[in-house]
């Protein structure tokens, strides 16, 4: 490509050229780094009209780099999670896209948000997939988590893959983020026996207690082991 060629390019328009793919990675850091947020909010951040915005959003959806919660805000999509889990990108995209129906009939099994975490790098953990509930009373700050580096100090997660499970098979704790809500996790084996994920439900602990919880733990076993049957 000649100089007035790449001049004409770097003066296309927001929606095309070298400019619309800045824009583009722009709206998706603002995504990966505000969790849910809406099409107006990313627009205005972003100094884009709402319509353009909208065009490359559409984009970045069809190629499942973000996608819609249940209240049409944008967060991360399956195929920027899956990138973010770095050690074996073939178990990351398998473990994606098996887990996706699991964790749907999870959450329509328990009626909580159930989620699929994988190790990162040092002492973190990688959610990779999420299943919003349904339900009108739930956690907000449990949403949008899908694609995000946390680190698993003192969490649920981390008690399983360190293997401190109770016998019961699952462990039951206090969200990080909230005493008022509560985790049930679980691990999902390989078949050599290797912990390659966590899956788990949250929801409000005045839902989660008592049979509510010896409910979820069998619920999240057997979806646990579904998943860890494909591996």
């Keep these: 490509m000649n100089e007035s060629n790449e001049s004409h390019d770097e003066a296309q328009g927001p929606s095309q050229g070298p400019r619309a793919v800045h824009r583009a990675l722009e709206l998706l850091t603002r995504v990966v780094e505000s969790g849910p947020i809406s ?3 990313l627009a205005r951040e972003a100094d884009l009209p709402a319509s353009t915005a ?6 970045l959806e069809h190629w499942d780099y973000v996608a819609k919660d249940p209240h049409g805000h944008f967060v991360v999509g399956a195929r ?9 990108p073939a178990s990351a995209e398998a473990l994606n896209d098996l887990s996706a129906p699991i964790l749907h009939e999870l959450t329509q099994s ?23 509930t349904t339900h009108p009373i739930r956690h907000v700050g449990f949403s949008g988590w899908q694609g995000r580096t946390v680190p698993m100090a003192s969490s649920a997660v981390a008690e399983v893959f360190e293997r401190r499970i109770p016998e019961s098979g699952y462990v039951v704790m206090d969200a990080v983020v909230t005493s008022e809500a ?11 026996g290797e912990i390659i994920a966590v899956l788990s439900v949250v929801g409000p602990s005045y839902r989660l207690k008592g049979d509510g919880i010896t409910a979820a733990g069998a619920a999240v076993i ?10």
Excluded: H, I, W
Excluded at 54 to 59: D, F, N
Excluded at 113 to 123: H, K
Excluded at 182 to 192: E, R
């Design 182 to 192: 509560t985790v049930v996790a679980a691990p999902v084996y390989s078949s050599t």
């Design 54 to 59: 909208m065009r490359m959003l559409r984009v």
């Design 80 to 88: 920027f999670a899956q990138s973010r889990f770095t050690p074996e």
């Design 110 to 132: 328990t009626g909580e948000s159930s989620y699929l975490a994988v190790r990162g790098d040092a002492n973190t953990c990688v959610y990779l997939r999420e299943e919003q």
């Design 222 to 231: 057997a979806a646990a082991t579904a998943l860890g049957a494909k591996f």
């Design 39 to 41: 099409l107006s909010a």
